[in-house]
């Protein structure tokens, strides 16, 4: 099983960027999933959760402008964010709760994306 983010980009102020994360391999289900960010010199923070069939859960400095979204049947979960701030400039990783099929068993595990980075800046 892999994650695989993508999306990220320079973008200006005021922009809007939506970010992919796509599972891949055996997958029977995407269960939690959430997106972090880490800026240079910073360590990785929240910026927002879904639980499979729940709230949505999002950081105070995104809530109102970032939407994290699930596509169930592409095995995708989106992060669109509007209103980009310089303070939004980051590496964003994707991090799902997965249940695959390892070998005769089910399996839950936790996996990372690679990160795809953004940048806001005029």
């Known amino acids: 099983v892999q994650l695989q983010a993508s999306g990220g980009g320079l973008v200006q102020p005021g922009g809007s960027l939506r970010l992919s994360c796509t599972a891949s391999?055996?997958?029977?289900?995407?269960?939690?999933m959430g997106w972090y960010r880490q800026a240079p010199g910073k360590q990785r923070e929240l910026v927002a959760t879904?639980?499979?069939?729940?709230?949505?859960n999002y950081a105070d400095s995104v809530k109102g402008r970032f939407t994290i979204s699930r596509n169930n049947a592409e095995n995708m979960f989106d992060l669109r964010m509007n209103d980009l701030k310089p303070e939004d400039t980051a590496i964003y990783y994707c991090?799902?709760?997965?249940?695959?099929?390892?070998?005769?068993?089910?399996?839950?595990?936790?996996?990372w994306g690679q990160g795809t980075e953004v940048t806001v800046s005029s």
């Open positions: 991090k799902a709760i997965i249940t695959y099929y390892g070998g005769h068993t089910l399996v839950t595990d936790e996996f």
């Open positions: 879904r639980a499979r069939g729940g709230f949505a």
């Open positions: 391999g055996s997958i029977l289900s995407i269960d939690d």
